[in-house]
């Protein structure tokens, strides 16, 4: 073996081999099907150490379940449609969809998409992900596109999806709608502005708003039916100011008399109130703002400025005319897309709508059927179904997505869906099948220009992984089998889109299936920045950018930091803890060079001694005990703690004391008998393979550079993770010998420390070495190790003594030597 672990050198050829030897397809691996719905990372960017954190963590425990004996099936997915890729592709090129049309963005899209891929592609394998590279999926790709219409015309067809022309969160700019679960609160300074309102009578009213650019748009007065202060307003007029149009002054239980004035303007829209007023009283929608965030023509003065002008140039009209009473400054909550950040607005446009609301108690048992890791994230799901407040909004006003197969009869509205068979389609791009309505028979008939939210793509991911696993197969919601795919086995995913992919997973897979998605949920936390911010693909972070730590730092290191943070924790990048992974890489090598100079001549068919001796029952016993904690904390997908069990034996039982144990045997064989040296030769082997069994799926590099160093020639197998624990970690069970080892390693510590305490080299002899032993049955054991402990203390003689006259201590010195006491 080289002197030095030279990770690069050993991380290509890895990396290499299990590409052309296809080490992790399913194909190549027996047993029960173990499926992972894994989560497709957004084309928007360069990938950023977080998305290491949480894809590592994944892999680790692909790699466990593969050598637990199980057929992996790890697919990866690339999420390459939307509104994130086309702002992606929007700031790399330069160039805005709406000036270069339609068609020539979408091919632009299609060309950066799969350059970015491909880089995805090379990060991933570098850092060692054991994804079956052969089975892949993007979800603009045509196999996908047909899935996510079908899907659509299915739950169309089940009554679970409609079409209205409704008021809806919309992104001025993105200048798409959004969905409730893509919002997120900000707090925004602002300022509560007193309005002076007037009514027909000349009556003063004063009214505080945030708002006051919707004044164009105010179409009703309302108080508190309770509030004497008001009651005299009832089927009253006001004027609004500046703009002068008449509106009626209505009372409604839903107005704060508290709040405020007790008075409040409904505009169109301000917010989810001003929406049920004007549906519950059939008021006017007189929208002043349009598409592109500007206010339109009719409302004068504001007319072709954008929210903060309009804003702006309202407030200093009331103030030239008298008509702003007071202002004060506050920071308010406000709902801003979580994408660009900015303020959402409503506007009413014809959108498609998945039924929620009345589901709501279905989607709430469905999470009493899943398996969630850590258990406490459950109730973050919970709390998101029962607040939801909205049908999820389906629509995106958007380019790069996947259309609704859906065109529009003019003379009926009539709605005419595709036929699955002829899947994908793009309606804007081809003409409806029947070429005439079916219901009316008119040929006036558009296409619908909408494209899907990306989640409702990524939501079907579990009959995606089912098109890549069964390619053959027609339909993925068809098909026989997918009743046997379904619940997939895990799906791991950040905390933050619980309320986003898992929800809408979950409601997909029941619309259609009656089912849950997946078994077991594991949520994963998020990698934070200095300011403890989360990490984001647009945000630069060079020094811990993952093409930078690789070229600092092994893949190993990097991965052994992912495994120190517990599920579902977000955590602060560690340089410090990448660090502590290298020292353990350079320990592993050097504990396997020491293993190798000694186990020369062992291969698999070497048979188990029949007297190992204590020290190996020890060690055995304490494996086959490390393996079963490690195996049951990575069962409960508790990574963290199973990399403890394996550090705490390496470290210490392994290094510290087995090796200190056995040295004097490999070093002065001629003191033991041969079978004693034999039995610790094949120990030292054997349950150095275990080791690198449970370090493999941590730091897959180093163990199979070491497998191969040490035991692929002689026991066979073409790498360390085709191994399978059940061939490897045979159980022994030793309690005797790991009670008299204890004191053993307890009497060589106090011989150690007072070495050190009297600066004497480890090496120096103990002339005579006393042992206090109370208990007669440890002390006549520990006579039968004589030799062992001789060895191990370099004492010349022992003796046992009955009684302690004193601590442990060094009684005499003379010449190199010296005479000391110890107690067991």
Partial sequence: MDKRYEHQIHEEKAKKKWLE??????????????????????????????????????????????????????????DDNGLPTERYVEKKLGVRPHEVGRSEFIKLCLNVTKEAEKDF?????????????????????APVRKISQESFIRLFNKDFIYRKFE??????????????????????????????????????????????????????????????????????????????HEVPIMPDELVDPEKGTGLVMCCAFGDKTDILWIKKYTLAQNLSLGPDGKWLEHTGPLAGLKVHDARKKVLELLQEQGLLKAQKSITHNVNVHERCKKEIEYLTLSQWFLKILEYKQQ?????????????????????????ISWDWCLSRQRFFGIPFPVWHCQSCEEILLADIKDLPVDPQETSFTGKNCTNC???????????????????????????????????????????EFLPMSMRPQAHDIIRTWAFYTIIKTWMHHGSVPWNDIVISGHVLSD????????????????????????????RFWTASASLGHDVSFSETQLKIGQKLLTKLWNAFRFASEHTQ??????????????????????????????KKELDAHEFTAALAQIEKFFWQDYCDNYIELIKDQLFNPDNY?????????????????????????????????????????KFGGDSIHSTKFSHIQYPYFYDQSEELVANIIKIVEQVRKLKSEHQLSLKTDVATLNIHCINPELRAMLKKEVILLKGITRAQTIDFIPELLVGPAILSKENETFNAIVSC
């Fill in 673 to 713: 008998s041969k079978n004693e040296v034999a039995a610790t030769r094949w120990t030292l082997f054997f349950v150095g393979l275990r080791i690198l069994q449970m370090y493999a799926p941590f730091v897959p590099y180093v163990t199979e550079a070491l497998f191969e160093a040490l035991y692929q020639e």
């Fill in 441 to 483: 028979g008119s040929s006036d008939i558009v296409g619908d220009t909408d494209v899907m939210d990306t989640w409702n793509t990524s939501s079907l991911t579990p009959y995606i992984c089912f098109d890549v696993y069964n390619p053959e197969m027609v339909s993925a919601f068809e098909d026989p089998f997918v009743g």
């Fill in 363 to 387: 989607f709430l048992d469905l999470a009493e059927k899943i398996n969630w890791h850590p258990t406490y994230m459950k109730a973050r799901y919970k709390n998101w179904v029962e607040n």
């Fill in 21 to 78: 030897e296809k080490t992790y397809e399913r194909t190549k691996h027996t047993g029960k099907l173990y499926s992972i719905d894994t989560p497709p990372p957004t084309v928007s960017g360069a990938l950023h150490i977080g998305h290491i954190f949480s894809y590592t963590q994944t892999d680790i425990i692909a790699r466990f379940k593969r050598m637990d004996g199980f057929s992996v099936f790890y697919p990866f997915g690339y």
């Fill in 121 to 141: 592609e090379t990060l991933w394998q570098r850092m060692g992900i054991s994804a079956d590279w052969s089975s892949t999926y993007a979800t603009i790709s």
């Fill in 601 to 630: 001549g062992i291969t698999k068919d070497t048979p188990f001694p029949e007297k190992p001796g204590i020290i190996n029952e020890w060690l055995l016993h304490k494996v086959t005990h490390t393996f079963a904690a490690y």
């Fill in 167 to 244: 008021p809806a969160l919309y992104c001025t700019t993105c200048r798409t709608s959004v969905a409730q679960a893509e919002l997120d609160d900000a707090h925004i300074a602002s300022h509560f502005n007193d309005i002076i309102f007037k009514t027909t009578g000349g009556q003063d009213l004063v009214i505080g708003t945030t708002r006051p650019e919707l004044l164009p748009s105010c179409v009703a007065v309302f108080y508190h039916p309770e509030d004497m202060r008001y009651k005299n307003l009832q089927n009253k007029k006001a004027l609004v100011p500046i703009f002068g």
């Fill in 531 to 558: 300011g403890n911010e989360k990490l984001s693909k647009s945000k630069e972070q060079k020094k811990i950018a993952p093409e930078y730590l690789l070229e600092q730092f092994p893949a190993d290191a990097i």
